[in-house]
Structure formats: C-alpha cells, structure tokens
C-alpha cells in the first residue's frame, strides 16, 4: 500500500508471536476439516504462534460453528480466532441454510470487533472441497491463519481512542449546540446481545 503523508494507514498484521489462537473445527467431512486444520496450524507456526498458545475445538458442524466461537470470544483468552469446515452442496435447498447461516454467525461475532479467520469451504463436490483443504494445493486452513493474525492490528486500531476536532463554528445569532456525534467521534457499542450463557466447549491441545 502506498504512502500518503497526511493520512495515517494502518498496515495488516503479519507477526503472530505471542498471540493466543482458538480453533474450532467442524467435524462433518472429516477428511476435509482434517487437510484444513494441517494447513492452519502450519500457518500458524510459520507467523510465529507456538503450539502451547493454540486450542482446538470440534463441533459436529458448520452451523454449530459460531456457538463454540461466541464461548472461545466471552473467555477473554483469544487474541484471534479461527473456523474451519467444508459444506458440499447435496439435493436440497440444505446447503444453501448452512452456508448462509454459519457466515451470518460469524460475521455477527466480527462486528463485535474480534479477529476471526473464516475457513469454511463451500463447494460444489467433494474434489473441490479436497483441493482446497489440500496444504499442498489450494491450502485455505492456511489461508484463515493468515486473515486471522492479519486482522488483529485493524481490530485493535479501530477501538483506540477518537482523534480530537474542534467544535463546529456557530452561526451569528444561532443557540450555541453540542458537537453532533460525528464531531465528538464513535463510542464502542457495549449492548450484550447475546440470548443466553454459551457453556464453554471442551478443548484439546493442538499437536
């Protein structure tokens, strides 16, 4: 990205040392999920996240994703999070649900202002589906590492205090007003939405 002397750029993340990752993994198409996961954990180490600071977590699928995602997000304990699964379009209208709704979940949680990588193939077949969890091919498991770790510096730097601007200039004779909400720049949204308490998921050690 180029530079421009007056406008401050905010570059994506390409470090991940120090950063602690959960995964969650869907496990409907096993063999698919399990090319994504390989993929993502070497990602995962080439930007410099250690083993000791990655947990796994599996659901049965897709639509389960972001429930086990809303838990890892309430815990506190994750600087970037990741989903992984593969929906392959059947005879019915079923795939259509899946895809939409597991992505409407987890962009729901990315408004929120956390970084998660979205690995969830949909395809056609299952041979574009293995082409794509593939590390050796396609390599989309490494693909979510890298918009994980990649979205961490934008998230942080979008919540950092509003820059200061001085107050709009009065009309003569006009009723002195407050700065518009623009000028007193955006507050975080702090609304809990969410319906209920969501049990924290079982983890286990990424290898």
């Not at 041979?127 to 590492?145: F, M, N, T, V």
């Not at 107050?167 to 003569?172: C, M």
């Not at 007193?184 to 319906?195: E, L």
Request: proline share 6%.
């Amino acid at each position: 990205m180029s530079d421009y002397d007056s406008i401050e750029e905010i570059d994506i993340n390409r470090d991940g040392a120090g950063m602690r990752i959960g995964i969650v993994a869907a496990r409907f198409n096993a063999d698919v999920s399990d090319g994504l996961l390989a993929g993502c954990t070497e990602e995962l180490a080439k930007l410099g996240v250690i083993s000791e600071d990655i947990r796994i977590a599996t659901v049965p699928g897709a639509l389960e994703l972001p429930l086990a995602l809303q838990a890892m997000a309430e815990s506190g304990e994750y600087d970037a999070l990741i989903a992984l699964g593969a929906v392959i379009r059947g005879e019915t209208y079923h795939f259509e649900i899946v895809s939409n709704e597991s992505a409407r979940g987890i962009m729901a949680l990315t408004m929120d202002g956390l970084a998660i990588g979205n690995g969830i193939l949909t395809t056609e077949n299952e041979a574009q589906a293995i082409a794509r969890a593939d590390p050796g091919q396609l390599d989309k498991g490494g693909g979510a590492a890298q918009a994980a770790i990649a979205m961490t510096r934008p998230a942080t730097a979008a919540a950092r205090r509003p820059v200061a601007r001085p107050p709009p200039a009065q009309a003569s004779g006009s009723p002195t007003m407050g700065a518009s909400p623009l000028d007193r720049g955006y507050r975080q949204n702090q609304i809990d939405v969410s319906p209920h308490h969501c049990p924290a998921p079982h983890w286990r050690q990424a290898l």
